[in-house]
């Protein structure tokens, strides 16, 4: 069976889990605690990075999520949640580099004020245009008329980017001023993988210790 290492808070985890969710693959959950259990030497011995998530399937142990996602799709295709046109497939891709090259960095600087690690007011206003950037650009390529980035099917582009997009109301950032995106981050929510993996309020607020640590060190 397949084996998945993760947390209940983390975003890149949480596009694993949904997907393997959404493909109603049968799989060992293997909770860590990020306050050391990633330095483990059994779990160096996986991701020498320290890093979740990590999926084992029989004789195949993969890390870094996008390399996750892609590998479930070649094994398990059914449902499909890759488009069939080039230029769709290339579109999604693009949404997924976009959704992890261009929000944790304004995300992680927001998240430092948060939990009260100091930060430059001017980077601070910085992280939060970035964050604006990125919204902007979902909503433009998304279409009233759907429901998903490329129509009613969903693809990797809304697990990645939307898991993402979950997490942006708790950096204090508001989704009114991009109807499409709400709307479609709506669609997502109701979507049982989504309220699966949901964090708890109770979760957050104990999660703050762990990301301080972690924020710390950076
Ligand atoms: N590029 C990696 C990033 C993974 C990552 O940064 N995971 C974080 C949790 S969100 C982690 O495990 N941090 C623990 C640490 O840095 O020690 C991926 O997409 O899988």
Redesign the pocket.
């Given at each position: 069976m397949l084996k998945f290492y993760y947390?209940r808070l983390?975003?890149?985890?949480r596009r694993v889990w949904v997907t393997l969710l959404e493909k109603k693959l049968e799989f060992e959950p293997i909770l860590l605690k990020?306050n050391g259990d990633?330095f483990k030497p059994e779990f160096l011995k996986l991701n020498p990075f320290?890093?979740?998530?990590v999926l084992i399937d029989d004789d195949c142990t993969l890390?870094?999520?996008?390399a996750i996602l892609d590998y479930l799709e070649a094994k398990y295709p059914n449902p499909e949640f890759v488009p069939k046109e080039a230029k769709d497939i290339g579109k999604m891709r693009e949404i997924e580099l976009v959704t992890?090259n261009e929000l944790p960095p304004p995300s992680i600087v927001i998240m430092r004020e948060i939990i009260d690690l100091p930060v430059d007011a001017k980077k601070l206003e910085l992280a939060k245009k970035q964050i604006g950037t990125v919204l902007q650009y979902f909503e433009d390529n998304l279409d009233e008329n759907h429901s998903y980035f490329f129509g009613e099917q969903l693809t990797l582009a809304d697990i990645v980017a939307g898991t993402a997009v979950s997490a942006i109301p708790l950096l204090g950032i508001s989704l009114d001023g991009y109807p499409k995106v709400k709307r479609w981050w709506e669609n997502l929510q109701q979507r049982e993988s989504w309220q699966q993996t949901e964090p708890t309020r109770e979760e957050l607020e104990a999660s703050k210790a762990i990301l301080k640590a972690?924020l710390e060190k950076k």
């Open positions: 947390t983390s975003v890149n985890a990020l990633q320290h890093h979740i998530p890390i870094e999520s996008l992890v972690i």
